[in-house]
């Protein structure tokens, strides 16, 4: 069935470390988002990308759509504890009416 | 505007036991879903609502069972309950079905069952 791989499943980073979560999906994507749930929260919506080397940036945040619309990357500068939590990607269903999320990777930061 | 309100926020059933989770939104959205969320294993779709009126099964459907109520609620039933449904549950809501707009969380109900 349809699946999307998200990796690593954990990071920890130092503070101001960069950080990236990756994800991968078995199909080509329309579109994919980005949710960010702290702990003890619920998921956020971060942003949707839909092009193609599609590039957004939210202050010390990065987002890339690949080129092929098959994996997708968020990227954090200077990390800091704010940015603790779980980071999903997610993707169509094949029938375009729900969202298939990613395992999510989880980030921890240490000051 | 409250968005997406859950209840309860936490339960704890014993085997056997049945009880319904309820979930509002006051964003006027059609589409409706519930998830489960478990350590390791990301969100993983129970049932959803693409519109009043209409339901259908998710990713881990078994066990449950939903009732679109009114555009507004959308409710999820454990008929009787089991260790395994332990778990966190969150609804979301979003304004379409068709290229699955933006959606939003509830705060979830945390559910253990002994």
């Known amino acids: 069935g349809q699946q999307v791989m998200q990796i690593p499943q954990y990071q920890h980073v130092q503070e101001g470390e960069d950080f990236t979560t990756y994800c991968n999906s078995s199909?080509?994507?329309?579109?994919i988002q980005w949710y960010k749930q702290r702990p003890g929260g619920h998921p956020v919506f971060l942003i949707q990308?839909?092009?193609?080397?599609e590039v957004k940036k939210q202050k010390r945040l990065t987002f890339q759509f690949g080129e092929a619309k098959k994996n997708s990357s968020l990227h954090i500068t200077a990390t800091q504890t704010t940015d603790v939590g779980t980071y999903f990607c997610?993707?169509?269903?094949?029938?375009?009416?729900?969202?298939?999320f990613g395992k999510g990777t989880t980030l921890s930061v240490s000051s | 505007n409250a968005g997406v309100t859950q209840t309860p926020k936490f339960q704890v059933l014993k085997t056997g036991q049945s009880m319904t989770l309820q979930c509002a939104q006051d964003m006027n959205h059609n589409s409706m879903y519930w998830y489960r969320q478990d350590p390791g294993m990301g969100l993983r779709l129970i049932y959803y609502s693409a519109s009043e009126g209409t339901t259908d099964k998710g990713e881990v459907p078994n066990g449950y069972n939903v009732s679109r109520l009114n555009k507004r609620e959308f409710s999820l039933r454990l008929e009787s309950a089991a260790p395994s449904q332990t778990s966190v549950y969150f609804c979301a809501s979003s304004g379409l079905a068709v290229n699955t707009d933006t959606q939003y969380f509830g705060p979830g109900t945390r559910l253990t069952v002994l």
């Open positions: 997610a993707e169509d269903n094949q029938a375009g009416t729900a969202l298939i």
């Open positions: 990308l839909v092009k193609s080397g």
């Open positions: 199909t080509t994507l329309s579109n």
